[in-house]
Every structure is written in structure tokens, then in C-alpha cells.
T-cell receptor, first 114, second 112 residues
Framework: DGGITQSPKYLFRKEGQNVTLSCEQNLNHDAMYWYRQDPGQGLRLIYYSQIVNDFQKGDIAEGYSVSREKKESFPLTVTSAQKNPTAFYLC?????????????FGPGTRLTVT | GEDVEQSLFLSVREGDSSVINCTYTDSSSTYLYWYKQEPGAGLQLLTYIFSNMDMKQDQRLTVLLNKKDKHLSLRIADTQTGDSAIYFCAESFNQAGTALIFGKGTTLSVSS
């Protein structure tokens, strides 16, 4: 089955620690995205990547970093510089050749930092 | 600037129709989308409409687009308890690989 996987589903960390969230897709999509979701806030874009070895900052990139070494993978690191890291993180991917630009989402990772 | 607005809550009885509304500000939007999110899960793409269309129907779902008023709606016929979820409206622009702009979501509550 083709799809997007995110692991783990729940993640707990102490303040001051960096943590990396995994996102893998086998849909052969070129573009991948990371969003953050807080209650009542909708989705806010953290980073996106249109192609391997290239990525751009979204609206709330401060305190986060990403890499895109492989087409299938787009890991997100939440650094200790992120002031409010507790949130639900969603990864998405989209095809770039169809002209319809729809995004497909993974199941999400809920990060709790105490 | 880009902005997508939705009402926050909608409550309906099982069997009734639900209508979820959305307004957007950027007239250069190319596609408009509806996503569904169940508790603790990711977003599921329900349907999308190209900006030069007025209506799209897909089984129990009907999307209406009024481009002049920049108003999009999602009608769910014969609403079921399993339709209870958060529904997000989103817009995209004529460029592959760019992010979607999402509304804050409408929570649909269906009572039996």
C-alpha cells in the first residue's frame, strides 16, 4: 500500500533536548511538507521541500530544522530553541506533475515536551 | 494577503444535511480543497474543485464554489455519526510544490 508514515505516534521529551520526527512516503512524490497543529489554530507551515537536497522555510520555521537527502524521507528536528514545541506535527506530500496540487497527509506525531 | 475563514462549529442531527462554509481572499487560487480530520489522526482529502468550476458532486458530498464572492461550501447529505470530525478548507495557487493555505477548521458534531 502506498502512503505516508510518521513515527512515532507519541513522543515525550524533556525541555532542552532536540528531537527528530520521522516522515517517509512511498508515493513517489517530489514535494514534502511539515505542518504544526495547535488546538483552534488550524495548520501552520514549518518547512517544505520541492525536490531532494532543497527546502524552504515556512511561516514558523524558527527552532526547527529539516533535511531532504532522499526523495522518500523528510525528517524534522525540533531543537531546544523552539519555545513551545508541544504540538501535533503533520507531514504531507504532493505530486508535482498532475497539476492539481493536492496534498496527502501522514497520521501525525504528537510531541509533548515537559 | 492570503486568508481562509471558516466558522468553528456546526451541530446537526443524524440524517440531516450539513453545510460547511468557507471564504477565501485570494482570487488567484487555482484549486480549493476539503479535508476531514478525525480525532488524533491526519487529514484525509475528501474532494477538491478547480477554480473555474461552480459545482462538484461526489456521492454524498457536494461542493459549491462562488468565485465572485470567494465562497466555498461543502454539503454532506444524510449526515451520519461517522461524519463527526473537523473539516478544513484549503486553497492552492498555480505552482506545483507550494504549500496549501488552510482555514482553522469547522468541527462538525452529529447527534443521533
Amino acid at each position: 500500500d502506498g502512503g505516508i508514515t510518521q513515527s512515532p505516534k507519541y513522543l515525550f521529551r524533556k525541555e532542552g533536548q532536540n528531537v527528530t520526527l520521522s516522515c517517509e512516503q512511498n508515493l513517489n512524490h517530489d514535494a514534502m511538507y511539515w505542518y504544526r497543529q495547535d488546538p483552534g489554530q488550524g495548520l501552520r507551515l514549518i518547512y517544505y521541500s520541492q525536490i531532494v537536497n532543497d527546502f524552504q522555510k515556512g511561516d514558523i520555521a524558527e527552532g526547527y530544522s529539516v533535511s531532504r537527502e532522499k526523495k522518500e524521507s523528510f525528517p524534522l528536528t525540533v531543537t531546544s530553541a523552539q519555545k513551545n514545541p508541544t504540538a501535533f506535527y503533520l507531514c504531507a506530500s504532493s505530486p508535482t506533475g498532475t497539476g492539481t496540487y493536492e496534498q496527502y497527509f501522514g497520521p501525525g506525531t504528537r510531541l509533548t515536551v515537559t | 494577503g492570503e486568508d481562509v475563514e471558516q466558522s468553528l462549529f456546526l451541530s446537526v442531527r443524524e440524517g440531516d444535511s450539513s453545510v460547511i462554509n468557507c471564504t477565501y481572499t485570494d482570487s488567484s487560487s487555482t484549486y480549493l480543497y476539503w479535508y476531514k480530520q478525525e480525532p488524533g489522526a491526519g487529514l484525509q482529502l475528501l474532494t477538491y474543485i478547480f477554480s473555474n468550476m461552480d459545482m462538484k458532486q461526489d456521492q454524498r458530498l457536494t461542493v459549491l464554489l462562488n468565485k465572485k464572492d470567494k465562497h466555498l461550501s461543502l454539503r454532506i447529505a444524510d449526515t451520519q455519526t461517522g461524519d463527526s470530525a473537523i473539516y478544513f478548507c484549503a486553497e492552492s495557487f498555480n505552482q506545483a510544490g507550494t504549500a496549501l493555505i488552510f482555514g482553522k477548521g469547522t468541527t462538525l458534531s452529529v447527534s443521533s
